[in-house]
């Protein structure tokens, strides 16, 4: 099983590509991020799914022949925030329109030179760009909602992420239950039917 991601992945270079590039620019991950907009500085927010929290659909194999073979794709969806701001013109529609379409440029060039599987294939797609107009009166700057998907390869192994799980338990909570004494022999397990 992949230990990364191909979004988690994709993420990663385009925040190395940034700091490569010494673009000051803050990249979060998460549903949580896109509430806290970022009030004084330039960010982007990269956020699993659609805003309606639609997360992608399969598409089949592809490439097969890859070891361990792929037995499945998913077109993962996910949605990037680009907030721009000009701080010299908060006042200025224009200057902060000019900000954000230049960080959105930046962002879609980190992406363009970092394919996500190390070839030419560009396996990132944007399926549509929408402004976010919420704020009329006093924006402080301009969001540019993108919408696109990359794609994950569903590989024909074994999932073993719950092997690392158990060995991230917390001692105290080992310690814990331990101290507790449980007597099972008078308990009954009822299975429901399925």
């Known amino acids: 099983m992949a230990e990364t991601l191909a979004l988690e992945k994709l993420y990663n270079d385009v925040v190395a590509r940034f700091t490569a590039d010494s673009l000051d620019v803050s990249n979060v991950f998460g549903w949580s991020q896109r509430r806290h907009r970022g009030a004084q500085q330039n960010r982007i927010c990269w956020e699993p799914g659609d805003p309606s929290g639609a997360a992608g659909s399969l598409i089949g194999a592809k490439r097969p022949g ?3 073979r792929p037995i499945d794709t998913l077109e993962e969806i996910f949605t990037v925030y680009i907030e721009g701001r000009n701080l010299t013109s908060p006042e200025n529609e224009q200057a902060q329109y000019k ?3 230049q ?3 930046a962002w879609r060039r980190a992406v363009y030179l970092k394919p996500i599987d190390g070839n030419d294939r560009q396996l990132v797609k944007i399926k549509s760009m929408a402004w976010l107009v919420d704020q009329t009166v006093r924006r402080h700057g301009a ?3 993108a919408v696109c998907t990359v794609e994950l390869m569903i590989p024909d192994s074994a999932y073993t992420a719950l092997d690392s799980v158990d060995a991230a338990v917390d001692p105290q909570f ?3 239950r331990d101290d507790e004494t449980e007597n099972t022999s008078d308990t009954e397990i009822i299975v ?3």
């Open 66 to 68: 890859r070891n361990p």
């Open 143 to 145: 969001t540019l909602r």
């Open 103 to 105: 960080l959105f440029m």
């Open 174 to 176: 080992d310690a814990d």
């Open 99 to 101: 900000a954000t379409m």
């Open 192 to 194: 429901p039917p399925l």
